[in-house]
């Protein structure tokens, strides 16, 4: 049996990685990641934790570290914050192409210019499209949990995985948390497996370059291009939906607690309205239904957990025969809305009804938002108020 202790995020995430038995850990300290870092480093240097961890100078080098440190059979682990993750960028698409199954803790802040240390997701969302799967964590819990499971999607379907939270209000917020005990996670979480085959003793090239078109290998077998190796990474992550319910399932098995796979809700069973969020404002919303509960308006809550691959066929079933839907994010999309708004009204599209949709952007750069605002917004959209918006902005 594990125990209770009041720890913040960060520290979850470090003790998760332990749970986990990483061997290879490489990071660059950034605000608000750091804290995640330095516990791991005081493991390993202690001895409480037998793995290597790689000293960088940047956060590409850290990434290039442990993609390399995956392809020669280690179990590994990275994390970062904000410009850090957007340094790694090239690298990411490099993680992703190569199948190397890193998991990485991605503490969410606001990107400059200008400069923020606080929070919002515009870091993570802006790297949606680099292959990783990306889960979005509403508690400290939820971010140890998650970081478990995590690692089982990772090595089961090899592709990265990121775990994402919110910087300060998560990272730094010391909550009970339950960690669970190293038999109970050994028994979720199998030794970690070496699929490369670079240790085999046969000697190979690893992402050589390639040409366009399917070629015959030295074996006559046809080898594919640089298109079907894309078009497998696409299968691969629209088909690790099942295996996310699946591996969510299972946790609950061992754990007793689930986390509702790719989308959780909070009062929908009879809800004409919903608000959609991630993270710890989906959180806040759930308050803000309750607020409008008690005025007689039906408001429930759909949590969007796996941000990619998106959850387009679960959205359409959860959404689509509501009155109304009202998005708030701590996002936005340059020159057009609110990333997962935009997404979830494409999954919307080809339903035989969809209901009337608004978007809020919200809490950039660490704004405060209040359940009080959340509401209000709310009810503005039932009322007629359609559109994209940005909520608090004070010209």
Known sequence: MGQVEIITANTAAAFAAKLCRVQVISAYPITPQTPVTEELAE????????AEYITVESEHSALASVVAASQVGARVFTATSANGLLYMHEMLHWA?????PIVMACVNRGVGAPWTILNDQQDTISQRDTGWLQIYC??????LDTIIQGFRLAEQIQIPVMVCYDGFVLSHASTPVDVPSQDEVDRFLPRFLDRSGINGGTPMNVNPLILSDPRLGPDDKLMPGYMEFRFMLQRDILNSLQIIESVDREFSD????????????????DADHAIVSMGSLASECTIAADMLRDRGVKVGVVGVRVYRPFPASQISEYLSHLKTV???EKDVSYGFHGAVAMDAKAA???????????????????RDVRPEQLAEATINCIGGSTGHHWLDVRN
């Open 43 to 50: 493991m390993v240097e202690s001895g409480a934790l037998q």
């Open 96 to 100: 992703a192409g190569s199948r190397v």
């Open 138 to 143: 509403r508690n400290s819990q939820e971010v």
């Open 254 to 269: 061992v754990f007793g607690r689930s986390w509702g796979g790719s989308l959780w809700k909070y009062k929908m069973e």
């Open 326 to 328: 009202t998005f708030f």
């Open 348 to 366: 919307l599209y080809e339903s035989a009804s969809r209901p009337s949709v608004s978007s809020y952007v919200v809490g950039l750069g660490g």
